[in-house]
């Protein structure tokens, strides 16, 4: 996942990989002052979730 150090929580869609495991809303790479408290997200045994603060999703895909 490639995202500069941006507003948290502006897309709706994100992409992630193993590599940006644990998976957290907002992602490590964003800014938080701005955005809803970070929370874990179970991506692992679905293959996408849903945060349940911003309504973005996180879609595993392949790679790393």
């Given amino acids: 996942m490639?995202?500069?150090?941006?507003?948290?929580?502006?897309?709706?869609?994100?992409?992630?990989?193993?590599?940006?495991l644990p998976l957290s809303c907002p992602p490590r790479s964003?800014?938080?002052?701005?955005a809803h408290p970070r929370v874990y997200l179970p991506i692992k045994?679905?293959?996408?979730?849903?945060?349940p603060y911003c309504s973005a999703e996180y879609v595993l895909v392949d790679g790393e």
């Fill in 2 to 20: 490639k995202i500069a150090p941006d507003q948290a929580c502006a897309k709706k869609r994100y992409e992630v990989t193993l590599a940006d």
């Fill in 30 to 34: 964003m800014r938080v002052w701005d």
């Fill in 45 to 51: 045994a679905r293959s996408s979730v849903v945060c």
